[in-house]
């Protein structure tokens, strides 16, 4: 009898059975029908992992089985009107970490990423929020890849939703700087295609400083 090679998909989804296990939660992998509530039962899923705040629907995929996956857009979808249901997409790829997504874009260094958090909180303490938010915010998403890297945290690519769900999932950040750090995501992205964010951007740079700060002080940085 020849024994199969386990796959990416199924050895990552056991590693991520086995995190959520360790963090308290109880953990289906691939339920049946019977097993999902009914919004959930016409979908295949790979993973649900519940505890008493939230339930999570764990999907993983290789960067080629991405290429055509309209159930996923569909499962987000439905999960949007469940308040107290994530989605959570893995890609098993191995991140090369030396392959940046920009032409001769260089990471910043711990002294870039003070200075850069320096900066921003002079500009928000002269009120120029826009520009404080979207500098604090670039120091904020370095400082997450560097923490990443120290954790040896699997990050697939260079998105920062990626690097912020995976620092979540495996307890480097929680719940309320997660969200935090999601909203603050959704505002970078607002600002930089040049709309207007209709809240005063100063109270959330301060929230995200805040969590810097935190984040230093369990990984310090000079």
Do not use: C
Not at 127 to 138: I, P, R
Request: charged fraction near 25%; charge should be negative; aromatic fraction near 6%.
């Amino acid at each position: 009898m020849t024994v199969q090679p386990i796959s990416r998909e199924s050895q990552r989804l056991r590693e991520i059975a086995r995190e959520y296990r360790q963090r308290g939660y109880d953990v289906q992998i691939e339920p049946q029908p019977d097993q999902l509530p009914a919004f959930l039962a016409p979908f295949r899923v790979d993973l649900v992992a519940k505890n008493a705040e939230e339930h999570v629907v764990v999907e993983v995929r290789t960067q080629e089985s991405l290429t055509d996956a309209p159930e996923l857009d569909a499962i987000a979808r439905v999960l949007d009107h469940q308040p107290t249901w994530r989605f959570e997409l893995v890609v098993t790829n191995p991140r090369d970490r030396t392959a940046l997504t920009f032409k001769n874009a260089i990471p910043l260094n711990d002294r870039d990423i003070v200075y850069r958090l320096r900066e921003a909180r002079q500009l928000s303490e002269q009120e120029h929020g826009e520009a404080a938010f979207l500098l604090a915010w670039s120091a904020t998403e370095a400082l997450l890849r560097s923490i990443a890297d120290v954790e040896a945290v699997p990050i697939t690519g260079h998105s920062v939703q990626q690097v912020m769900k995976s620092l979540y999932t495996y307890g480097v950040l929680d719940k309320t700087q997660y969200q935090t750090l999601q909203d603050g995501l959704q505002t970078r992205t607002m600002v930089v295609h040049g709309y207007k964010e209709p809240r005063a951007l100063v109270s959330l740079v301060e929230q995200v400083l805040v969590i810097t700060d935190q984040l230093q002080q369990r990984y310090p940085i000079q």
